[in-house]
Each structure stands twice: as C-alpha cells, then as structure tokens.
C-alpha cells in the first residue's frame, strides 16, 4: 500500500459535465499584494515626489503532488487552482512535480525526508506510517487550527493530520468503504440490495447461476482487503475499538470478535463472492470488469462515483450505477449504519520552507469553502473533507445520492483504519496476512496470532 488515498491519485476518474466554474477560484481576490504600480498621474494627483510602489517579491513554491493525471479527477482540479491562484496572484509562480503510482511517491517523500530537502506542499497523508517520520524529524510545518475553523472542516477530519496537539496537513477528502452495484442487473434478475450476510450469500448464488461474477475485487492489492477486514471486524464486534486498542495494546487482537472477522472473510471467498483469481487481479482489471457489465457489483472507496460519467464504460452501466454499506454479518454486533470512513489523503507544508507562510497560505485559499470542497462535489470527483451542502445543484447522478445517503445515515465513523496504524515492516505481515486467509491458506486463528504479534511490535517500533 501505500496508504488510504488510494486510488484517489493517478486515476483517471471521468469528471462530470458539471462546469467547474471557477468562481471562487477566480474571485478577484489576492492574498498578496499586487505587483501593479500606480499610475504616474495617480501619483502626481497625490504627492508629487511620490516614489513607485515596491513590487511584490517574485516568490516560487514547489508542488509535489500523487495525482499525476492533470486531464481529469484530483488532478485537474489541483492544476486549475493552481493557475487560478497564479492569475490572481503574479508573483507567485507554483511548480508543480508529479508522481504515482503511491508507493513510488512515498519513496521519494523518504528521500526528501532524509535529505532534508522536502519540496514546499507535498501530498500527505493523515497516517501513523507516513505521517510519523516526517514530524520526528521536524520536517513539517504547524498550521495554525483557528485559521480552518471557518472553513467547515468536518472535525474528525483533522484528527490524523494531528500529533500532540499539533496540526501538520490539512485534509482533502472523506473516504469511506462501500459496494458499487450495477442496478439493472439487479433489477433485471430480481434482486434487492442486501442488508445481511445471508441476504448477499443468496444475491451471490443467483449471480453464479447467471454466469455473472458477484462482486470485482482488487486482491493483489491488500489494502483493498485490509479495509474490508476492518469492517468486517466492526461488523462482528459492534466497535471500532478492537483494532485501536489491539494497535495501543491497551487491548488485542485475540478477540473472538476478530476470529469471528476473519471466519467472515473465509465465508465470503469460499462462498464465490469475487469470483475465480481475485488475488491475481488489480485495482484496473476488478473496476474495468465492473465498468463493462462484466460484475454486478465492485468492493472499493466512495472515490469510484465518477464511475457514472466515465465515456470508456457503456452508458447502460454508467446510468445503472449505485452504492450501499458492506452488509452485517452473522451472529455479528455491528450494522449497516456504521461506516468505515476516514480521511487519510491532504497536503502539508515543509517546515525548512523558505517561504513557509506563503506555501501556508495558499492551501487556506485552496480550501476557502468554495474552493476544493465545491470542485470535487460539483465535479463528481470524491466527497470532500469539508461540509459542502450548500453546493448541492440537484443534478446530481444517482451514485452521488446513494453515496451521501450511506454517509449521512452513518451513526459510527472508523477514523483511520487500521492498516495505517502499523509500522510499515509490520503493516507488510498485516497484509500477507490477510491474503494467506483469503487464499484459505491460514486459518482464523493462526491469522489473528499473526496480526496480534505484528500490532505488538508496531506499538514498540512507533514509541
């Protein structure tokens, strides 16, 4: 992995018709002075031995972002506030340095850390393993809390960008882990949208019988199956606390809600729910099958929602897409209602800066209320990390709908999912963990013997 950004970056997420508009991003406004000098007659008519104006200082910021695709989803949104903020702001110049996939990313984020040589906004995320080594060593700048109060952040949305009591990032988005579905298919072979274990089991068996794969899965990827493990966790204990204490060892994984959990994935595989050679598949190939009719439903995170405007998928599909929660599970405490949803991706700014405040400033301009917030929702890009009722146009596609109802109904949020809380040696056994029990190749019990033995030493090795 790579952390929870996911697929957020580097992916070609097809941006709805909506105009961007930029209003908001183009308002005239400046949050530094201009370099335009006054007019020889303006100064005459004032004060005759009046000298020009000092221009602005010539200021340049690097940008090193994860959203390498600048043509649609993230990226575009991120390069045309760029150019807005330059236009409105001349003497600013923003260059901008792009790479994904996300591991490659945070490979070199390593090596900027180590030189000391951070880039002045770098794509962040709000996670123990990324987040962690950066402030250790003093490489990020502090934003100040009270200048976002008014910028309608949702509150947890800042809690991992946070380390004793400090503010380090700012958020971008809210993620959060649902089925994609296909409702024609459904409809077309009278299903309904399950809400339990056994309700889906049965959707599966029809689909079998149909010759049509349940669900695409991306397997080779483990972070996909490490988000479907936390909420299969939350769906047999009730909570969200059995991995955070088990991660603080102020608790364990030897819980038998987590072997419950881990039975529940077993159930899920053997049951045929993705198929045949889930494991071998990718993030490209589960949402392509999804895309072309090919699976009646896809495992992945409320980023998908352009799904339903992307032009490379048939428009029966792209006009059939909806979304709903990860079902309950049997003999489980957890519901629909709770929702694995945290908000890991943002930017940050490099403390050894030498233009700290203006690399500062221009993420507050980014995420003055009609900026980010208003592109991605009007867009169809992803759900932001900020309120953004008040950009709803009533036009939106009936993805967006499912997807806000399933956020707004939620009564339990996860935070931060648990793959991110591990060291990243130790997040490594976490996922090959969680693959050898999808390959029925570790049982239940030895799984969670594994995961527990791994939080133990990610606690030590993050003191």
């Known amino acids: 992995m790579t952390t929870l950004r996911f697929k957020q970056a580097g992916i070609s997420l097809a941006v709805l018709t909506t105009a961007l508009g930029l209003a908001g991003c183009g308002d005239g406004t400046s949050t530094t002075p201009s370099a335009a000098a006054p007019s020889a007659a303006a100064s005459a008519a004032t004060t005759p031995a009046a000298t020009e104006a000092p221009k602005a200082e010539k200021i340049t910021l690097s940008f090193f972002t994860n959203n390498s695709d600048r043509a649609v989803g993230q990226g575009k949104l991120e390069q045309e506030l760029i150019e807005a903020y330059m236009k409105n702001n001349p003497n600013i ?116 019988a149909k010759k049509i794969v349940p669900i695409a899965m991306d397997g080779r990827e483990a972070w996909t199956s490490g988000l479907w493990f936390d909420t299969l966790l939350q769906r047999a204990s009730g909570t969200w606390d059995t991995s955070k204490k088990a991660l603080d060892r102020s608790g364990s994984y030897k819980d038998p809600a987590t072997v419950e959990a881990a039975k529940a994935v077993q159930r899920w595989v053997k049951a045929g729910a993705f198929g045949d050679g889930f494991l071998n598949q990718d993030y490209g190939a589960a949402r392509n099958m999804f895309g072309q009719g090919k699976a009646a439903m896809f495992m992945m995170g409320e980023w998908e929602m352009g799904m339903a405007a992307d032009a490379n998928f048939p428009e029966e599909v792209r006009n059939n897409i909806g979304a709903f929660p990860i079902p309950s599970i049997e003999g489980g405490k957890g519901s629909t209602d709770d929702l694995t949803a945290w908000f890991g991706g943002g930017y940050a700014v490099s403390n050894n800066s030498k233009h700290k405040k203006e690399a500062i400033e221009f993420l ?52 931060t999912v648990a793959q991110d809380k591990f060291s990243s040696d130790t997040q490594k056994t976490f996922y090959d963990s969680i693959q050898k029990l999808e390959g029925i190749k570790m049982t239940p019990e030895d799984f969670v013997n594994a995961i527990d033995e791994a939080a133990d030493k990610s606690a030590k090795a993050t003191k």
């Open 364 to 415: 507050k301009w980014m995420f003055r209320p009609d900026g980010w917030a208003k592109g991605v929702w009007q867009n169809g890009i992803t759900f932001p990390a900020q309120k953004y009722d008040q950009y709803l146009t009533g036009k939106e596609t009936e993805v967006q709908k499912d997807l806000t109802k399933i956020f707004n109904n939620s009564k339990t949020y996860s935070g």
């Open 93 to 208: 110049t923003i260059k901008v340095e792009t790479l994904s996939p996300d591991p490659q990313y945070q490979d070199k984020i390593k090596v900027y850390n180590a030189s000391n040589q951070l880039p002045d906004i770098i794509s962040a995320w709000g996670n123990t393993n990324f987040l962690k080594p950066l402030v250790n060593n003093n490489a990020l700048a502090e934003i100040n809390k009270d200048d976002l109060k008014d910028m309608g952040f949702i509150p947890s949305s800042l809690d991992g960008f946070s380390s004793d009591g400090k503010l380090y990032g700012i958020p971008r988005n809210s993620d959060f882990w649902v089925l994609y579905y296909n409702k024609k298919v459904f409809a077309d072979n009278g299903l309904q949208v399950p809400k339990t274990e056994a309700e889906l089991f049965g959707v599966i068996d029809k689909l079998k």
